[in-house]
Nanobody, 125 residues
């Protein structure tokens, strides 16, 4: 059984919206922060957003702040990434991840120890 399973990717026009979903296993959801990373072609994987395990505090990369919203459903063990005002530069494979540490200095990031398989998001101009 996969620890993290993403869904919800697809093709959208610039300015549009998409919602990604990540379902986590019981152990993963109970013990780790859950976040999203993305990797565009030819670029390194980068942090997008995370939500803390205990309190549910959201954390965002500067590049998506104000456009993306991370939330969670504790009953169904799901974490969502609502993406709005999408830009062509948001095109990437988006990965759900679980980690034990969220850092805020020098920038928001999460140390991930488990990954989903990824879901493609393509934003056309």
């Amino acid at each position: 059984q996969d620890e993290l399973v993403e869904s919800g990717g697809g093709l959208v026009q610039a300015g549009g919206s998409l919602r990604l979903s990540c379902e986590a296993s019981v152990i993963t959801y109970s013990n780790y922060h859950i976040g999203w990373f993305r990797q565009a072609p030819g670029k390194e994987r980068e942090f997008v957003a995370a939500i803390s395990r205990a309190v549910g505090t959201p954390h965002y990369a500067d590049s998506v702040k104000g456009r993306f919203t991370i939330s969670r459903d504790d009953i169904n063990r799901r974490v969502y990434l609502q993406m709005s005002s999408l830009k062509p530069e948001d095109t990437a494979v988006y990965y759900c991840a679980a980690g034990s540490t969220i850092t805020t200095i020098p920038s928001r990031d999460m140390t991930a120890s488990a990954w989903g398989r990824g879901t493609q998001v393509t934003v056309s101009s």
